[in-house]
């Protein structure tokens, strides 16, 4: 049996057409069900539903010995554990550095400034700062970043951002990008040394589902 971990929402949505272009389909709608592992139309594939953060733990301990998560979610993870052969190119955002509109960033940060930052990506924000020689105290979230500016819990924030609206709509500018996101295949190494026969036909009908 090879398990697939996927968070519902976007994450199962963008990877539900790949899943098909691979010849695998989910039997249930998450959305829909409080069923947590659904069965496919292969005897031998299911697909574990968890938290989008949660996918790298079940990988990594070899629950799953497949997962789609974010670069985000794998860059604060640390990825010990797992393989990333595959872009999948889905669920693309990216991470940046936001402020309120009339705050002056970039002669904060060249004045020395010590910043509070608020963010659910403390490791990526933690190293992106340190990179840039900025001084910052963080501040751990677990969402709705945008609020912290607005309440003076923070100066800037580090969260995703896509389309823009959330920022646009809280009075928020994007200053710095950090990094591009989207979603990436993982495999459990342990797993596909064991179970290469069953898992690397997976893997490649995914690459091409991609292509
Ligand atoms: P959790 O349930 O653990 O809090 P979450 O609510 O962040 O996770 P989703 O919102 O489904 O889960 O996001 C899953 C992934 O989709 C993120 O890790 C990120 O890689 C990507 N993502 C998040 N927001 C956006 C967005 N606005 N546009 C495109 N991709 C996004
Ligand atoms: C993410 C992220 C931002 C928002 C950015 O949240 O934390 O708040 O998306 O997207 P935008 O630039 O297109 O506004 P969340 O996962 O809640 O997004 P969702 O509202 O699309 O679910």
Do not use: W
């Amino acid at each position: 049996m090879i398990t697939l971990a996927l968070s519902k929402g976007r994450i199962f949505d963008e990877t539900l057409p790949l899943l098909k272009g691979a010849g695998i389909v989910p039997r249930g709608d998450p959305e829909s069900s409080r069923k947590l592992i659904l069965r496919t139309n292969r005897r031998d594939v299911r697909v574990v539903i968890v938290r989008a953060t949660d996918v790298p733990t079940y990988v990594q301990y070899g629950a799953a010995e497949l997962g789609v998560a974010g670069k985000d979610v794998l860059d604060e993870h640390g990825g010990q554990g797992l393989y990333q052969p595959l872009d999948l190119g889905i669920a693309r955002c990216r991470m940046m550095v936001a402020v309120p509109v009339g705050f002056n960033y970039r002669e904060a940060v060249r004045q020395g400034a010590r910043l509070k930052v608020a963010t659910k990506y403390v490791q990526t924000a933690r190293e992106h700062f340190a990179a840039k020689g900025v001084h910052v105290d963080l501040i751990k979230l677990y969402g709705s970043m945008e609020l912290a500016p607005l309440t003076g819990l923070a100066d800037a924030i580090v969260d995703l951002v896509s389309t823009g609206n959330t920022l646009r709509a809280n009075n928020l500018k994007a200053v710095e990008e950090i990094a591009p996101v989207s979603a990436r295949l993982i495999v459990n190494q342990a797993a596909l040394k064991v179970k290469r026969v069953a898992i690397q036909p997976v893997l490649d009908s995914f690459a091409a589902a991609v292509r």
